[in-house]
């Protein structure tokens, strides 16, 4: 079992930059494939990023390529989303989330969730 704590999520103004960051407890966080994902009001929630257990291996949506980045700090037991040129659409509620398969970019792919830290981008 492991528990998720994101944070670093805030207001910020279109074409800024936030780090977000999901510490995990537990001892066995090297195991788990990390992934983040959002929802935004009156939306359904979706995959934004994923990394393998080892970093070697990342995933990204369409909409957010080539702007976030996601890596993880393995002896932090820690994960990050590096969001840069943020626009209004990023706005939403942000998840990490975990599971020891593989990378997956749908909810059931993922058993082990954090409460969400709220992004909000101004225009």
């Known amino acids: 079992q492991v528990q998720l704590v994101e944070s670093g999520g805030g207001l910020v103004q279109a074409g800024g930059s936030l780090r977000l960051a999901c510490a995990a407890s537990?001892?066995?966080?090297?195991?788990?494939?990390m992934a983040w994902f959002r929802q935004a009001p009156g939306k359904e929630r979706e995959f934004v990023a994923a990394?393998?257990?080892?970093?070697?291996?990342?995933n990204y949506a369409d909409s957010v390529k080539g702007r976030f980045t996601i890596s993880r700090d393995n002896a932090k037991n820690t994960v990050y989303l590096q969001m840069n040129s943020l626009k209004p659409e990023d706005t939403a509620v942000y998840y990490c989330?975990?599971?020891?398969?593989?990378?997956?970019?749908?909810?059931?792919?993922?058993?082990?969730w954090g409460q969400g830290t709220q992004v909000t981008v101004s225009s």
């Open positions: 990394i393998s257990w080892t970093g070697g291996r990342t």
């Open positions: 989330a975990a599971d020891h398969g593989g990378i997956a970019t749908i909810e059931r792919g993922y058993t082990y």
């Open positions: 537990g001892r066995t966080f090297s195991t788990y494939v």
